[in-house]
């Protein structure tokens, strides 16, 4: 069993910065990929970014290239999103999702997910 619990989101202004994490318990959290996903107002959850358990990164939003940047710690059994330069656009419900192995975009192959944070960029 694996459990994810995501903090870190809040009210940011435009173009300025956030970090989320994602932590992870259970002694098999290192055989995991975990991935952030993002839920806006009226939309689908869609994928954001992803890093499996060797470290590959695979980012699935194209808007968040060059802006967000994913990274694990495992010592700490936590991931981070690193997020800057933040748009309205962004605002959304974040959250963490852990799938066995490799990352995947497909969201119904996460097999655990956080309960989610709320992230709001305004001025």
């Known amino acids: 069993q694996l459990q994810l619990v995501e903090s870190g989101g809040g009210l940011v202004q435009p173009g300025g910065s956030l970090r989320l994490s994602c932590a992870t318990s259970?002694?098999?959290?290192?055989?995991?990929?975990i991935g952030w996903f993002r839920q806006a107002p009226g939309k689908e959850r869609e994928g954001v970014s992803c890093?499996?358990?060797?470290?590959?990164?695979?980012v699935f939003a194209d808007s968040v290239k060059g802006r967000f940047t994913i990274a694990r710690d495992n010592a700490k059994n936590t991931v981070y999103l690193q997020m800057n330069d933040v748009r309205p656009e962004d605002t959304a419900i974040y959250y963490c999702?852990?799938?066995?192995?490799?990352?995947?975009?497909?969201?119904?192959?996460?097999?655990?997910w956080g309960q989610g944070t709320q992230v709001t960029v305004s001025s």
């Open positions: 999702a852990a799938v066995l192995g490799m990352c995947v975009h497909e969201r119904s192959e996460y097999d655990y």
């Open positions: 259970g002694v098999i959290a290192p055989l995991y990929a």
């Open positions: 890093i499996g358990k060797n470290d590959q990164i695979t």
